[in-house]
């Protein structure tokens, strides 16, 4: 069964920093983006950032220069490094990615909360 398993989520205060990791498990023969969103309450999902398999990054204005999005294709997994966290970076924080099993498909993990408070 393929899915992507996230980590690293939990409460943090303002300006402090958290790392989120996403693992790709199961029969993938490849991987093309991979990418963070995020949805905070009475808000719709928003995209964070993503990775192209070359490594191409594209960011959300919101986040520029605070968020560094990597991944490790050996390990399957991208990673979200956080940075100067505000109080409005408080959501449930998805991971996405196209996965190549018996052909590519699109997969969502299943969440992690962040929560920075003020």
């Known amino acids: 069964q393929v899915q992507l398993v996230e980590s690293g989520g939990g409460l943090v205060q303002a300006g402090g920093s958290l790392r989120l990791s996403c693992a790709a498990s199961?029969?993938?023969?490849?991987?093309?983006?991979m990418g963070w969103y995020r949805q905070a309450p009475g808000k719709q999902r928003e995209l964070v950032a993503v990775i192209t398999s070359g490594g191409r990054t594209t960011y959300a204005d919101s986040v520029k220069g605070r968020f560094t999005i990597s991944r490790d294709n050996a390990k399957n997994t991208v990673y979200l490094q956080m940075n100067s966290l505000k109080p409005e970076d408080t959501a449930v924080y998805y991971c996405?990615?196209?996965?190549?099993?018996?052909?590519?498909?699109?997969?969502w993990g299943q969440g992690t909360q962040v929560t920075v408070s003020s």
């Open positions: 199961g029969s993938i023969f490849g991987i093309n983006a």
């Open positions: 996405n990615a196209d996965l190549g099993s018996y052909s590519y498909s699109n997969y």
